[in-house]
């Protein structure tokens, strides 16, 4: 898939990996709506930064937590740009242990609708404008906390509502792989601890003690966290690279889910 004048809808692009992955794309020649809505000290940057690229693009402020706007805002892109060829749903919401401690309702409501119910309504509004592109492409960010739980080191990072949401992301994709089919194909990209997400540059890194860290990266095979470009370059594979890939979860996280433990040395056996 050629990206050069595609148009592109990038949630949640104000900074970190929204905005680290729309930047990639505006490198690739893709044109870009990019949403934002929190994060307001961030606005000025983004403005900035994507002005610099010199790509085609139109920021929209729009609270994706009222499915009533997502229409319009999908109908907004249609007007400029006359056709949407990529989704890159990248909106979620997680409440850390260590910063929020025990779930209250509120919480877990505000983490299902971000995480799951958005995603949901955009795929909808967008999915009719994707299959007439011909070679549509949807990429969900997901966790790793749809695999591991609060469990283990980051037992102290996700609770069990955030991977409980995660988990049904990969559900959402499969689905959805089979309803945009062949026109459009949907892939998911399964994070695990980045620097913009669940480690340095958040809040709750900081509360983490010096072992907690440690055991976090000493259970993580590649013996890091991951930064932005890691994904960028993830999702420009899944839409250039990869046109028989749908329905399928790219796992992009260091080895943490297979766990740092080492591979015992070969005995001698017995025979």
């Given at each position: ?68 706007t997502i229409s319009e805002m999908v109908d907004r ?114 994070l695990g601890i980045f620097d913009t997400r669940h ?67 070969m005995p001698p056996g017995v025979v």
């Open positions: 898939m050629s990206l050069a004048g595609k148009t592109a809808l990038v949630l949640g692009a104000v900074k970190g990996i929204g905005k680290g992955v729309g930047l990639a794309l505006a490198d690739a020649g893709v044109r870009l709506a990019l949403t934002h809505y929190d994060w307001e000290e961030s606005l000025n940057a983004m403005r900035r930064d994507f002005a610099a690229s010199g790509a085609d693009h139109l920021i929209l402020r729009t609270n994706l937590l009222d499915t009533d892109v249609i007007d400029r740009f006359g056709r949407l060829d990529i989704l890159v749903n990248n909106i979620e919401r997680g409440g850390w242990p260590i910063v929020h401690g025990a779930y209250t309702r509120d919480q877990w409501d505000l983490e299902m609708a971000t995480t799951l119910r958005a995603k949901q309504w955009v795929f909808t509004a967008a999915l009719p404008h994707l299959k007439a592109s011909g070679d549509g492409v949807v990429v969900n960010i997901s966790s790793i906390a749809g695999i591991v739980g609060r469990s283990g080191p980051t037992a102290y990072i996700f609770n069990e509502g955030y991977s409980a949401a995660n988990r049904g992301i990969s559900l959402l994709t499969e689905t959805w792989a089979r309803l945009g089919a062949p026109e459009v194909r949907v892939n998911e990209i399964m480690a340095r540059e958040t809040r709750g890194w900081g509360l983490l003690t010096e072992a907690r860290k440690r055991a976090i990266l000493d259970h993580t095979l590649l013996g890091r966290t991951g930064v932005v470009d890691d994904i960028a370059k993830a999702v420009i594979f899944i839409l250039r690279d990869a046109p028989f890939m749908t329905g399928a979860v790219l796992r992009l996280d260091g080895g943490y889910v297979l766990g740092g433990e080492e591979v015992a040395p």
